[in-house]
């Protein structure tokens, strides 16, 4: 049904189209993903001008049409996370909190606590550039997984129950297995456990910090939970 509507969201990416235009994936919090055209953006004059970059969070009006995409008719900030496009580690680390979002929540199905931890986490890297560590950014797509319904078994083996001896992580079985139930599994250490457990229980602007061998193993068992669950495929976070 043709018609226009109000919602809020972040510039995923933003593609350039035309002779002027761009095209924009949106993450809304109350439409899940939508994508838009902002038309004649590209000129110099532009009314919607600097403020549908990718990163920002914004108020937007949006006309429904026809076809696949909704244009932009007006467009207000609500945050600029302009501080994190000064610096090169968080401006990369809130780049990979997109692509993860547009990889992982791909449905217009409205997903709240996937927008507000989206928001929360370019909120962390704009005010305090030191958070944007591996460990950090892993806590990030841990939580997104468990947003988006695919959080792995932490607390006892995903194939046989048995809470103990937990010393690998199997992607199959959907989280960490004991060692009668390896097949399958790689090695997942008792520092790796930690901190995918403590990563899921603190809050993002408070991710635990785990040795650069850890954070491989969790950085695997995420990634790889991603790809044998939600059929997506995430870079590993260098
Ligand atoms: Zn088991």
New binding site residues.
């Given amino acids: 049904m043709p018609g226009t509507f109000k919602t809020e969201a972040v510039v995923l990416r933003s593609i350039r189209y035309g002779e002027a235009d761009r095209v924009l994936h949106l993450y809304t919090v109350d439409r899940g993903r939508v994508g838009a055209v902002a038309k004649g953006v590209r000129r110099p004059r532009s009314r919607l001008g600097g403020r549908l970059e990718p990163l920002s969070r914004v108020r937007l009006v949006l006309h429904e049409g026809r076809g696949e995409l909704c244009t932009v008719s007006q467009v207000d900030t609500v945050h600029p996370h302009a501080a994190l496009r000064e610096r090169r580690a968080p401006l990369e680390r809130a780049s990979q909190a997109c692509e993860a979002v547009l990889r992982l929540l791909d449905s217009t199905e409205p997903n709240r606590p996937a927008y507000n931890l989206l928001c929360n986490e370019l909120t962390v890297l704009d005010s305090d550039p030191v958070q944007a560590t591996r460990a950090q950014a892993l806590a990030f797509r841990l939580k997104l997984l468990l947003a988006a319904g695919f959080a792995p078994e932490l607390a006892a ?6 809470t103990e001896h937990l010393g690998a992580f199997s992607p199959s079985a959907g989280g960490v ?5 390896e097949a399958g599994s790689f090695p997942l250490s008792g520092d790796a456990h930690r901190f995918l457990v403590e990563a899921l229980a603190r809050p993002l602007a408070d991710a635990p910090e785990a040795p650069e061998r850890a954070l491989s193993q969790a950085d695997r068992a995420i990634a790889e939970t991603a790809e044998f669950h939600a059929h997506v495929h995430l870079r590993r976070v260098a």
């Fill in positions: 083996c995903a194939a046989c129950g048995e297995v004991c060692a009668g139930c």
